[in-house]
Nanobody
Framework: QVQLVESGGGLVQPGGSLRLSCAASGFTFSVYAMAWYRQVPGKERELVATVTSVLGTTNYADSVKGRFTISRDNTKRTAYLQMDSLKPEDTAVYFC?????????WGQGTQVTVSS
C-alpha cells in the first residue's frame, strides 16, 4: 500500500534553514507528481509546492517563492523541500501528498517551528 513518511522537521530560528524529506513506497514513484502542503491549527491545509514526475517542473505558493525549493530523487523514491530564510509564519505541520487517480494520499506530517 502507499506509504509516505516525512522527516526533517524541528525548531529553527528565523532566517534559518531546514530540509524536509518524504520517503515513498507502495507505488511507482517516478510517474507521479508530488506535493508539499502545510497546516496551522484552525486553518485549512495550504499548498506549498509541487514537482512533476518526469520533467521535474516546479510550482510554489507566493508566500514561499524564492525561499523554498522542492525537488525529487526518483532513484531514492524521495521528495524534498529545502526551506531557507525561514519566518515565524512558516511554522506549521508539513505534509507530503500524492494524488493518484481519484485518491489523495498523505503522510503523517512533520512539525516545523520557527522561533527565536
Amino acid at each position: 500500500q502507499v506509504q509516505l513518511v516525512e522527516s526533517g522537521g524541528g525548531l529553527v530560528q528565523p532566517g534559518g534553514s531546514l530540509r524536509l524529506s518524504c520517503a515513498a513506497s507502495g507505488f511507482t514513484f517516478s510517474v507521479y507528481a508530488m506535493a508539499w502542503y502545510r497546516q496551522v491549527p484552525g486553518k485549512e491545509r495550504e499548498l506549498v509546492a509541487t514537482v512533476t514526475s518526469v520533467l521535474g517542473t516546479t510550482n510554489y505558493a507566493d508566500s514561499v517563492k524564492g525561499r523554498f525549493t522542492i525537488s525529487r530523487d526518483n532513484t531514492k523514491r524521495t521528495a524534498y523541500l529545502q526551506m531557507d530564510s525561514l519566518k515565524p509564519e512558516d511554522t506549521a505541520v508539513y505534509f507530503c501528498m500524492l494524488k493518484r487517480g481519484i485518491y489523495d494520499y498523505w503522510g503523517q506530517g512533520t512539525q516545523v517551528t520557527v522561533s527565536s
